[in-house]
């Protein structure tokens, strides 16, 4: 009896058929398309909501998370 296939293991099939079919630089040149955008992850939602919050918070000062000593360093050292 034959199993099921997954949709992994018919992806790969595709694609490996889609190989014989044109060829390693088609795929190359698929790959560097890249894919569609995907939805947010819930942390990456909640780093926005705190960077947001810490705009608001600092007066619309935005320091990425640095402290002050750590901006100086990378300031004198761009400048430098």
């Known amino acids: 009896?034959?199993?099921k296939l997954t949709n992994k293991e018919i992806g790969r099939l595709g694609g490996l058929k889609t190989v014989a079919l044109y060829g390693r630089e088609?795929?190359?040149?698929l790959g560097k398309l890249g894919g569609r955008p995907r939805l947010p992850t819930l942390q990456e939602i909640r780093d926005r909501k705190a960077k947001a919050s810490?705009?608001?918070n600092n007066k619309g000062v935005a320091t990425g998370g640095y402290s002050?000593?750590?901006?100086?360093?990378?300031?004198t050292s761009r400048t430098a």
Not at 26 to 29: A, F, N, R, T, V
Not at 69 to 74: A, D, Q, T, Y
């Open 26 to 29: 088609h795929m190359k040149e």
């Open 1 to 3: 009896m034959k199993q």
């Open 68 to 75: 002050l000593k750590e901006l100086k360093l990378m300031w």
């Open 54 to 56: 810490n705009i608001n």
